[in-house]
C-alpha cells in the first residue's frame, strides 16, 4: 500500500480533455511569442495511448537569457491568466533546457543543440504537429 501522503503520481487527466483551443494552451503559445521565441510547434499527444501529457509544445530560445526569460514568463503569465501552476518545471540551473510540466501540457523550450540532439519531435512522429508562428 502506498502512502499517500509521501507519494505523488503525475497522472494525466482522463476527465478533462485540452484541445488548442484552450485557454491555457493558448496562453502558453502567446506567452513564448511575446518573448520571441524561435520554431514553435505543439505536438498533439491525444491518440497515443503512451503519452504522458495531452500536448508537448516546444520551442528555441537564442541563448541563456532569453531560455530563462521565456521559461519564466510562462509561468508567470499562465498563472495570471489561467490561474495554473505548473505540476513541476525542471532545468533552470542547466540552461540547456527547461521543461514545464502542466500536467495536460508540457512545455521544452530548448537550446537549438539540444533540440536538435534530442529530436522530440521525431521521437514522437506518431503526433499531429502544428507550427505556430507569431502574426
Known amino acids: 500500500m502506498k502512502n499517500s501522503t509521501t507519494t505523488t503520481t503525475r497522472k494525466k ?3 478533462v480533455r485540452l484541445t488548442r483551443n484552450s485557454k491555457i494552451f493558448k496562453n502558453i503559445i502567446l506567452a513564448i511569442q511575446e518573448k520571441k521565441a524561435q520554431h514553435i510547434v505543439s505536438l498533439d499527444l491525444r491518440k497515443i495511448p503512451e503519452a504522458v501529457a495531452d500536448f508537448f509544445i516546444i520551442c528555441e530560445a537564442t541563448n541563456s537569457t532569453q531560455l530563462n526569460a521565456i521559461a519564466n514568463f510562462i509561468e508567470e503569465d499562465v498563472r495570471k491568466k489561467s490561474g495554473e501552476m505548473p505540476y513541476k ?4 540551473h542547466a540552461q540547456q533546457w527547461i521543461l514545464i510540466d502542466y500536467v495536460s501540457i ?3 523550450v530548448m537550446m537549438p543543440e539540444q533540440r536538435k540532439f534530442y529530436q522530440l519531435e521525431e521521437l514522437w512522429s ?3 504537429v502544428m507550427e505556430h508562428i507569431d502574426d
Do not use: R, T, Y
Open 13 to 15: 487527466s482522463s476527465i
Open 89 to 92: 518545471h525542471e532545468g533552470k
Open 106 to 108: 508540457v512545455v521544452h
Open 126 to 128: 506518431d503526433a499531429i
